[in-house]
């Protein structure tokens, strides 16, 4: 426990939890207006406030949290940006000089682990995002309808042992899609084989799901907002595809990839 009186306004800012902090409030408070204003007497940054952005790096959770402001909370950290979450007693405990267990990293940074539920992933509903960022937000995995759900998307594809993945980036040309060897920043939808789906599923990553968090979590990006296919799916939909709309250039490349 830190004794504040031993400490002046100035020494406060800097040496408490919420020093340069990003501090932000949703829920019910009896007293929001007056929490706001001391976090910022304890050093807490100029643009905390009511509400939470991608930027928060302390959130204080009142009671009777909307539904909305939980699914924003869920696809802001399912986009990496993962504030530490602390109750108003909490809050005050801080106040109190108990400092142990709030420390949070200087600069907020968006940090995405990828597991099963990336792949299996249901967007809850949320009104309009701000800034640039703001878009649809895309389901995962990848459908396969009547409908040609590649046409026009941008596809990372990696490349495999033993397995020529130019024939399938091939077939993904064929329907209109953009299949890459690299993962960027404007990729839609990434392929994984079944060897890295079934250790994923174990909790193990392989190098394309490390190589995918590291390019993500470098990038200027902020939102995660990717479809995950398997290679299986895929070839399973373009044989159905083959039989009603037979294309000879894509059957010979089914039959070069079996």
């Not at 002046?8 to 829920?27: A, E, H």
């Not at 459908?143 to 941008?154: L, R, V």
């Not at 392929?191 to 392989?206: A, F, H, N, P, V």
Request: negative net charge; proline residues 4%.
């Amino acid at each position: 426990m830190i004794q504040q009186d031993l400490f002046g306004n100035s020494d406060i800012k800097q040496q408490t939890p919420l020093s340069n902090r990003r501090v932000g409030f949703i829920g019910k408070f009896k007293n929001r207006a007056g929490l706001v204003k001391k976090v910022k007497e304890f050093g807490a940054s100029d643009k905390s406030k009511e509400g939470l952005t991608r930027d928060t790096q302390i959130l204080v959770m009142g009671t009777d949290v909307k539904q909305e402001e939980l699914n924003r909370l869920l696809c802001y950290e399912h986009d990496g940006w993962k504030p530490l979450k602390i109750t108003e007693a909490e809050l005050q405990d801080i106040f109190r000089g108990y400092y142990t267990g709030f420390e949070t990293p200087p600069v907020a940074k968006k940090q995405v682990s990828l597991d099963m539920s990336y792949y299996k992933w249901t967007p809850p509903v949320i009104s309009e995002e701000d800034g640039e960022e703001a878009g649809v937000r895309c389901s995962s995995p990848l459908i396969y309808g009547e409908t040609n759900p590649i046409y026009g998307m941008e596809i990372y594809v990696p490349d495999r042992p033993d397995t020529d993945m130019g024939v399938i980036r091939q077939m993904i040309g064929n329907f209109g899609g953009y299949a890459n060897t690299e993962y960027y920043d404007e990729t839609n939808v990434v392929m994984l084989s079944e060897d890295t789906l079934r250790l994923l599923e174990q909790g193990i990553k392989d190098d394309v799901i490390t190589k995918i968090e590291k390019t993500y979590n470098e990038s200027s990006t902020k939102m995660f907002n990717i479809q995950f296919t398997s290679e299986s799916d895929f070839i399973a939909w373009v044989k159905r595809r083959m039989k009603e709309y037979p294309d000879e250039s894509t059957i010979a490349l089914l039959n070069k990839y079996e």
